[in-house]
């Protein structure tokens, strides 16, 4: 067994992730560091590590099986917390059979045309500027639209959602009380939206939640709320980042650009690709370790938290040859961006249905799109957990 190591904050994920992923994984591929909410946390970088961790029962994510310590995390509320990244089977699974049986394949493709829709309405809106913040005005817009019309919340509401979303991803050092002033909103606001749907149900996500079955079993008032918050938190942020990384990776590789407006066809492989390369999800939601676990040589000890480097597997050259290349051709497929195993997202095919659509839009419309700024000056959300561009400056 290896010794573990001194906690180290490794300040390198946030300056240079990648070249950090890789000196990790040729020399410490299972390492002790210093997690973000400060405590103790491992760190697994290969991808045959993490692919295999992701899928194993010994690595819990329910917080119960936490050591004393170990991990302090955000403070949610019972309403917000009781949802599927904090459950491990048999709840996990009962919680995600009723999702899918109302999160069908046909809901989903249902908002094709509404996605294409608002991206084309979004990029009218800037057409005649010549130059606009992708992120501000397109990356983030797109799928707060698309998430509350999945879930059915009010137009005049939209606004608030992409402020809460903000508030909780990256918040303000000057404001320490607006977290939490964000949770009790957002409670509020889904208690009184899912009282709203069960007297007068429509065709929404929520709705058919609300009524769900399965054998008899339906989702507890909690559930409702903490699913529902879920499905807002993961369907905006990941989104966001996944489109905003996607058009950079294109403006650095501009014969993968041109290749791709030469053959649209390619979109859908595109995706993948796009999502291996530079994916939004930095890590997994943390695990616990049952037990002492021997993953990589490295032993882990019962109760310590864990985080599964999904963007370095990406980039494992034993799993993904030539892996700092994007290659629009290459067959991406078994990448873990949207993880692996009992707790791979729900909502991959949404994610990949406004990729699609965002990617494909962008590039019909602005033929000479470029960066609008030296790459020197884009700036990236403070974050170890999920990477993503605060601004995209383009000019078209």
């Known amino acids: 067994m290896a010794t573990p190591a001194k906690p180290d904050h490794l300040d390198g994920l946030m300056t240079d992730p990648y070249g950090t992923y890789a000196q990790l994984r040729r020399t410490a ?19 045959a590590d993490v692919r295999a961790a992701l899928a194993d029962q010994r690595f819990s994510v329910d917080k119960r099986h936490a050591s004393p310590g170990s ?28 999702v899918v049986k109302a999160f069908t394949k046909q809901r989903v493709e249902s908002l094709r045309a509404p996605v294409r829709r608002t991206a084309d309405e979004l990029l009218d809106a800037v057409e005649g500027a010549g130059r606009a913040d992708l992120v501000a005005a397109y990356a983030a817009p797109l799928p707060i639209t698309t998430i509350c019309d999945l879930l059915g919340v009010p137009a005049d509401h939209r606004r608030d959602f992409t402020d809460w979303t903000d508030a909780l991803i990256a918040p303000d050092p000057a404001k320490p009380d607006r977290a939490k002033e964000t949770v009790v909103a957002m409670l509020g606001f889904y208690t009184a939206l899912i009282a709203e749907k069960r007297e007068r149900p429509g065709e929404d996500l929520l709705s058919d939640l609300i009524a769900a079955r399965d054998d008899g079993d339906r989702l507890g008032e909690d559930e409702l709320t903490s699913l529902a918050f879920l499905l807002h938190f993961a369907g905006y942020e990941n989104a966001v980042q996944l489109i905003g990384n996607a058009v950079l990776a294109l403006l650095r590789h501009p014969d993968q650009l041109a290749a791709l407006r030469a053959d649209p066809a390619r979109l859908p492989g595109a995706v993948e690709e796009f999502m291996r390369y530079d994916a939004s999800a930095v890590f997994s939601i943390r695990r616990f370790a049952r037990e002492d676990v021997t993953i990589g040589g490295v ?14 597997a990406g980039r494992d050259p034993d799993r993904f040859p030539d892996p700092d290349r994007l290659d629009l051709t290459r067959d991406a497929s078994g990448h873990l961006a949207l993880g692996h195993g009992i707790h791979h997202c729900v909502g991959a095919p949404l994610a990949r249905l406004e990729l699609t659509t965002a ?10 799109l470029a960066l609008g700024v030296p790459e020197s000056e884009l700036r990236w959300r403070p974050s ?13």
């Open 29 to 47: 591929p299972v390492r002790r560091i210093t997690g973000p909410d400060g405590t103790p946390a491992w760190l697994v970088t290969r991808y």
């Open 384 to 396: 170890m957990r999920a990477r993503g561009l605060l601004a995209l400056p383009v000019v078209f």
């Open 71 to 98: 991990y302090r995390g955000f403070s949610l509320p019972p309403a917000l917390d009781a949802n599927m990244l904090n459950m491990d089977p048999p709840d996990h699974t009962r919680i995600r059979r009723l």
């Open 359 to 368: 990617i494909g839009a962008l590039v019909e419309r602005f033929p000479d």
């Open 299 to 312: 032993t882990v000890p019962a109760g310590e938290t864990v985080f599964l480097g999904l963007g370095s």
